[in-house]
């Protein structure tokens, strides 16, 4: 439904602004966005959708969108426009192209010539040709990494200097190019999507509200939600980005911004972007100011609304306790207060607390008291360790167990009659990418090569063998000192060895033709197979940039 709402609301403003400017976006967000539009310009004047026009308040003159004026709103940089995931290719394939619009009537942005157009030529301290300016992009920003201290600081190579000028001619470019927008009057029509930062375009949380079209570099949280646009966020931390500002989106107080936003995971950051105040740690509360500006939800994304949370409440015949202690609990947060200090007072400045009181039937102090009591027996058993249980415990990343229950984990280790599983199900290049884990297996492939793994395949270091019995847990445990006491002495070649101890175990007990695998040497064979090849077997060539499947 976001995507048919929103294209209803684009060509009802397109059909009162033939002429206009608009700013689409790229991604996930408009895919169905596209297609309604698509299908509505298709099926235009058939009964059915006619009616559908009506529905919606528009007439029933078909739009035309060959005389908008397209803005692009962000783009990765540097990067090339024939790049299947850059927004330039995703805008002439989706918009131009898609929709029909006017490619002389768009501003884009093309990272492959921005900073690079203006370069002329130019004569060295020697009076000969300065033949090193005349470089692609390619060239400039080789790795793809750039450096914006380069706008402050003196540069230190002939490289450097070249960065220096180019990157002055991105912040010329972006310059006029918020100039083009401003003088076409602004932006008519905004649609984006919102980030998990609560960024809008890449403007991204602390961003100035009255913010021009910049290069920027974003924060973690927009880094890794672009991660899977650009290969990982390896890919992502390299570069930088072009975005026009918040200001720009506003500049025009008659635009039309829409945010779409869909599923539980935005709650929270609409929830802010609605309720808060303007501030710059919520980017979309620049929107405030737009009278023509709203959000379109899924009920998910809006869940944390107050008006909706109210308006789901009131439809409630029943409320359980599980409620009446979720309300409570907000209620003591919001007025910083213990359970059993609440007053009226303060229910009365929470609608949501009050009617869910009012429901229950219950006075506020009985409530109190027995949403504390709940409180402290979930605590209570928390705290309880549990005997003779078997425990498995997983996590998608590598270390969210230790950041979410570590304490738990630790009572429960402690009783000999408990066994414990782990499980890492680590997959993508989201949670560890093809770089960490080469060097990872690179350190185990050095250590094979070393006298203390020949010593320790002699003690039966990597063994499976039941019948070692506490010997081998030593030896698990001596993985884990060996890498904790080479970060505390700050000893490089310590810590590694300890990784590489562990990973190995693992890779020799797995590996195919490993020990107890058939076909594979048994540990009365002595020092194992060579490692390069378990390791090209398991997870593909050794080579700069790919690790094959992991």
Not at 34 to 48: D, G, P, S
Not at 105 to 114: E, G, N, P, Q, T
Not at 150 to 160: A, F, H, Q, V
Not at 307 to 313: D, E, G
Request: with cysteine.
């Amino acid at each position: 439904m976001l995507g048919k709402a929103s294209a209803w609301r684009f060509l009802e403003w397109a059909q009162g602004n033939p002429e206009g400017v608009c700013s689409l976006p790229t991604g996930k967000t408009p895919e169905y966005f596209i297609k309604w539009v698509q299908r509505i310009l298709k099926e235009w004047n058939t009964a059915e959708m006619q009616a559908e026009a009506k529905k919606f308040g528009l007439s029933d003159r078909k739009p035309v969108l060959d005389k908008l004026t397209f803005v692009q709103i962000d783009e990765f940089y540097p990067i090339s426009p024939q790049q299947h995931n850059s927004f330039h290719y995703y805008v002439n394939e989706y918009y131009i192209k898609g929709f029909g619009l006017d490619p002389s009537r768009a501003l884009l942005m093309d990272c492959s010539k921005i900073g690079l157009d203006r370069v002329k030529e130019s004569f060295g301290p020697t009076g000969e040709p300065q033949d090193h300016l005349q470089m692609s992009m390619e060239d400039i920003w080789s790795d793809g990494r750039v450096d914006l201290t380069l706008r402050t600081r003196e540069p230190t190579s002939r490289l450097e200097r070249l960065q220096q000028r180019v990157l002055r001619q991105v912040d010329q470019w972006c310059a006029e190019y918020e100039g083009k927008i401003r003088a076409l009057g602004g932006i008519g029509f905004f649609m984006g999507g919102i980030g998990p930062d609560g960024h809008v375009a890449f403007n991204c949380q602390g961003c100035d509200h009255f913010s021009t079209t910049r290069l920027d570099e974003l924060n973690y949280p927009s880094q890794a939600a672009a991660a899977g646009d650009l290969g990982g966020i390896e890919a992502v931390r390299k570069r930088k980005v072009i975005t026009i500002g918040l200001g720009t989106v506003t500049f025009n107080p008659r635009c039309v911004a829409l945010i779409c936003a869909a599923g539980e995971a935005k709650a929270q950051v609409v929830k802010q972007a609605v309720e808060e105040d303007p501030h710059v740690n919520f980017p979309a509360t620049a929107l405030h100011k737009l009278p023509r500006a709203c959000f379109f939800l899924t009920s998910g994304a809006a869940k944390l609304l107050s008006r909706r949370q109210l308006a789901l409440l009131e439809t409630l015949k029943a409320i359980d306790d599980q409620l009446v202690e979720k309300a409570l609990v907000s209620l003591c947060c919001q007025r910083r207060k213990r359970l059993l200090d609440l007053t009226a007072t303060d229910l009365s400045a929470s609608p949501f607390a009050a009617e869910v009181l009012r429901k229950a039937g219950k006075p506020l102090k009985d409530c109190a008291e027995q949403v504390r009591k709940t409180l402290i027996q979930k605590i209570e058993r928390g705290c309880q360790v549990r005997e003779k249980c078997q425990f498995l415990h997983t996590e998608p990343h590598h270390d969210d167990i230790m950041l979410g229950y570590l304490p738990a984990v630790l009572r429960s280790t402690r009783v000999a009659s408990n066994q414990h599983h782990f499980v890492c199900a680590t997959s993508g290049f989201n949670s560890v990418s093809n770089k960490h884990m080469l060097m990872l297996l690179q350190r185990v492939e050095r250590f094979s090569q070393s006298p203390t793994f020949q010593r320790l395949c002699a003690e039966k270091y990597f063994s499976a063998d039941a019948a070692l019995g506490d010997a081998a847990l030593d030896f698990r445990r001596r993985d884990v000192w060996k890498f904790l006491d080479g970060i505390a002495a700050a000893d490089d070649e310590l810590r590694d060895e300890g990784a590489a101890r562990r990973l190995a175990s693992w890779v020799w007990k797995g590996a195919p033709g490993g020990p107890g695998e058939e076909g594979g040497p048994g540990e009365e064979d002595g020092p194992p197979f060579k490692w390069g090849g378990v390791l090209s077997a398991l997870y593909g060539p050794l080579s700069k940039g790919h690790v094959g499947p992991l």
